[in-house]
């Protein structure tokens, strides 16, 4: 099996496709990382953390129609998610980490399988949940590769 990209090489990409200035790819801390965690009540896998890592706080105009940095990860994405969610039927539980909130859809994985999930898409025109990848790492490297046109 070949090795995807890592968040930083991926971000990389994004700085020579032009969709971002090197001082625009921005970082979270893992006292950041560790603190998200400690409010949620929740473990992040560590592929995400190292995304967060990598670009977690700002990323240039990489993917700006979406709510997916540090700073609306508790507040817009799993909002949002909560009430699609009750909207039709279902509920998400604690273990369930909402990673990108893009209306009417959402991105999530759930926290307890493995250091890279799933990923899982609620489209609320389709008014269910499905996996759109095996894991974290292959979705973002799918995400760069369809947004930078490779």
């Excluded at 090489?9 to 496709?17: D, E, G, P, T, V």
């Excluded at 909002?79 to 699609?84: D, N, S, V």
Aim: aromatic letters at 12%; charged letters at 25%.
């Amino acid at each position: 099996m070949i090795a995807l990209p890592s968040a930083e090489q991926l971000a990389k990409r994004i700085i020579a496709a032009g969709l971002a200035a090197p001082e625009t790819m921005v970082g979270c801390s893992e006292l950041e990382i560790s603190a998200l965690e400690s409010r949620l009540s929740i473990k992040l896998p560590s592929q995400y953390r190292k995304f967060l890592l990598a670009w977690g706080k700002e990323a240039g105009d990489f993917l700006d129609d979406s709510c997916f940095l540090f700073d609306t990860l508790e507040s817009i994405c799993r909002t949002h998610a909560e009430k699609l969610a009750k909207k039709h039927g279902f509920q998400l539980g604690p273990q369930w980490f909402v990673f990108l909130d893009r209306y009417p859809a959402f991105l999530c994985f759930d926290t307890t399988q493995g250091e890279d999930p799933p990923v899982w898409l609620f489209d609320e025109d389709q008014k269910e949940l499905k996996m759109v990848t095996k894991t974290f790492s292959e979705w973002l490297n799918k995400l760069v590769n369809d947004e930078i046109g490779q």
